[in-house]
């Protein structure tokens, strides 16, 4: 099975910076690699798929990039509202695996 | 609106059985794959079991495997997660989470309930 770790496991920035969080997979995954923001006590919201799309609606300050084994997610300048815990996910035919997540607070 | 609702949640003692359901509304529910999604309280997401859009294709965790059964009617719109031999560690909320296939061949969950919360606790 595929195994994702993503590093920090908490970060701590303030309004206006720009924050990066790092996924990497234990195997290639090609850019099988989607992005979730939750929320405390809400459901998972998908802000990217396919490593590097946006998906329709999410505000264009979070991106994502890569490929391969290596991923990375972006909030270009962090605001107040991103406050969240942030996983990546695989799928690798038939099953999908998520990482640890990233907990993102304000400074 | 496109929505999905989970129901069924509660109390449950170790070695008990439950029954989760999700109710969607707003789109072609017989068009998707549907899956479930569970996390433990104050821990990451995990992901459950997985239904194809005619049932023809089904798989689990290792997990849950041989516990659980999911399934799904697509005349009432409604998925399942029938939960048997229940243990602490399957504490958790329980979302249901539409599959949308991309063209790249991706699969990605786009759309999430609110989740029900299953206690397993004597």
């Known amino acids: 099975d595929i195994q994702m770790t993503q590093s920090p496991s908490s970060l701590s920035a303030s309004v206006g910076d720009r924050v990066t969080i790092t996924c990497q997979a234990s195997?290639?995954?090609?850019?099988?690699l989607n992005w979730y923001q939750q929320k405390p006590g809400k459901a998972p919201k998908l802000l990217i798929y396919d490593a590097s799309n946006l998906e329709t609606g999410v505000p264009s300050r979070f991106s994502g990039s890569g490929s391969g084994t290596d991923f990375t997610f972006t909030i270009s300048s962090l605001q107040p509202e991103d406050i969240a815990t942030y996983y990546c996910q695989q799928y690798d035919n038939p099953l999908f695996t998520f990482g640890p997540g990233t907990k993102v607070d304000i400074k | 609106e496109v929505q999905l609702v989970e129901s069924g949640g509660g109390l449950v003692k170790p070695g008990g059985s439950l029954r989760l359901s999700c109710a969607a509304s707003?789109?072609?529910?017989?068009?998707?794959?549907m899956n479930w999604v569970r996390q433990a309280p104050g821990k990451g997401l995990e992901w459950v079991s997985s239904i194809s859009s005619s049932s023809s294709y089904i798989y689990y965790a290792d997990s849950v495997k041989g516990r659980f059964t999911i399934s799904r009617d697509n005349a009432k719109n409604s998925l399942y997660l029938q939960m048997n031999s229940l243990r602490a560690e399957d504490t958790a909320v329980y979302y249901c989470?539409?599959?949308?296939?991309?063209?790249?061949?991706?699969?990605?969950?786009?759309?999430w309930g609110q989740g029900t919360m299953v206690t397993v606790s004597s």
């Open positions: 989470a539409r599959d949308r296939y991309d063209s790249s061949g991706s699969h990605l969950f786009d759309i």
């Open positions: 707003g789109f072609t529910f017989s068009s998707y794959s």
């Open positions: 195997q290639d995954i090609s850019n099988y």
